[in-house]
């Protein structure tokens, strides 16, 4: 599905995030990548405040998984805040409720499309390598 950015007017791209991508085979899209080197699983761009994670990896060709079109309607954009929770909105409700259903919950898993950025960072980001398939495994 499109992805649907988010409207808020951004600032000047001064955020650090690093998204650790434990499989970038399969997540990084060489075509719209604009790191350096897309067989490496650390990767840092930055980003404004007022972005999400999720499309802030997606427009440097790190293509988490977005089922919903970033509307929080599903669990496929789930992600590890290594560092820098405190930089990122607070979970909604509707976010906390949605995130329980996600494979491989931890105390640091959000999605990544419900998290704006706030705070000046630096922000670590892990992508679990699981995260290629989780739409592709659904049962049909
Ligand atoms: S893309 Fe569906 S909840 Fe984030």
Not at 22 to 41: K, Q, V, Y
Not at 102 to 107: F, N, S, T, Y
Not at 127 to 134: G, L
């Amino acid at each position: 599905m499109h992805l649907r950015h988010s409207d808020a007017d951004h600032g000047p791209k001064t955020v650090d995030v690093t998204y650790i991508v434990e499989d970038p085979e399969s997540l990084i899209d060489d075509e719209h990548f604009t790191g350096d080197d897309p067989t490496a699983t650390e990767h840092t761009f930055k980003a404004a405040k007022g972005e999400h994670l999720l499309e802030v990896a997606v427009e440097n060709g790190i293509n988490i998984e977005h089922a919903c079109g970033a509307v929080c309607a599903c669990s496929t954009c789930h992600v590890y805040i290594e560092q820098g929770e405190e930089q990122l909105s607070e979970p909604t409700e509707a976010e906390d409720d949605r995130v329980e259903e996600a494979p491989g919950l931890q105390r640091n898993s959000r999605l990544s499309c419900q998290c704006e950025i706030e705070g000046d960072g630096p922000i670590v980001v892990r992508i679990p390598a699981w995260n290629r398939n989780a739409v592709k495994e659904v049962p049909h």
